[in-house]
C-alpha cells in the first residue's frame, strides 16, 4: 500500500473485492474503490526502469537504440 494522494491510496497484490472486504472488517469507510490493470507494455517499462531498448531496420543497418520512457 502506498499513498498517491493525501486522501487516495494504492493497494496491489490484492483484489478490490478483497481490500473492500478488509475495509468493511474494519470499519474504515471507503468513497470509491476500483480495479485498474497495467498494460503488458507498462509492466514492461516499469520492470526496466523506464529504460527501453529496441533495434530498428534503418537502412540496412542493425542498429540499436535506447530511450527513456516517460
Known amino acids: 500500500m502506498r499513498w498517491s494522494a ?3 491510496m494504492v493497494v496491489t497484490g490484492h483484489t478490490a473485492e478483497r481490500v473492500g472486504d478488509v475495509s468493511h472488517e474494519l470499519r474504515v469507510a471507503l468513497h470509491e474503490l476500483r480495479a485498474v490493470e497495467t ?6 517499462v ?3 526502469g523506464g529504460r527501453v531498448e529496441f533495434s530498428g531496420r534503418r537502412g540496412g543497418s542493425g542498429e540499436r537504440h ?4 516517460s
Request: glycine content about 0%.
Open 6 to 8: 493525501p486522501t487516495a
Open 39 to 44: 498494460s503488458l507494455e507498462e509492466a514492461y
Open 46 to 48: 516499469e520492470l526496466v
Open 66 to 69: 535506447e530511450v527513456a520512457a
